[in-house]
């Protein structure tokens, strides 16, 4: 049986299009995070609803992150330290970078622990929020692998990737 999957999305909450959704609707072991306030995120609320989540989910549990998510996951990893069987962070965005979400709050200061578990840091050539090499530093640092598909832009329902197979590859070797 494949565990159960934690998909936390990004800012705006990863409209229809996006790969996390239209995977979400095809796979009943996917569930998603809820927060008060999609378009101005807290991180402390953001990590709240991790952890409510992942206490109430199976045991066995693989994390799928977008953007802003993979942020708070990490923050939500190194406050509550709980075990998983892996995550797929992806699109990774430098908080100190010119096109962060001012409106996104307490997510600067970010955690460089190395996870417990396997983890996969899915990055693009083009992204405006984060760059290949900001998200190596970050896979470094959290003892994950590391993957730069190419000219993607964020990883999102604008690139166009509609159900990303090849994410869909990644998430299945960490189940």
């Known amino acids: 049986m494949n565990p ?36 101005n995120p ?31 996951f990490v923050h939500w990893a190194a406050q509550y330290r709980r075990s998983i069987r892996g995550a797929l962070l992806v699109a990774v965005p430098n908080p100190n970078g010119p096109n962060f979400p001012k409106q996104a709050k307490g997510f600067s200061s970010l955690p460089l622990l190395s996870l ?20 190596k530093s970050c896979a470094d640092a959290w003892g994950g692998g590391f993957v730069n598909i190419g000219r993607a832009g964020h990883i999102n329902a604008t690139s166009n990737l509609g159900i990303w197979m090849q994410g869909l590859q990644f998430l299945n070797g960490l189940r």
């Open 42 to 72: 807290v991180c402390a609320s953001w990590v709240e609803s991790i952890d409510a989540r992942a206490r109430s989910t199976a045991e066995s549990l693989v994390v799928v992150a977008h953007s802003l998510g993979c942020l708070a």
């Open 116 to 135: 417990p578990y396997r983890s996969i840091i899915v990055s693009s050539e083009d992204d405006p929020y984060g760059n290949p090499e900001y998200a």
């Open 4 to 39: 159960a999957v934690l998909v936390v999305p990004g800012i705006g909450n990863s409209g229809p299009d996006h790969w996390q959704t239209l995977w979400e609707a095809t796979d009943a072991s996917m569930v998603r995070i809820q927060v008060e306030d999609w378009d």
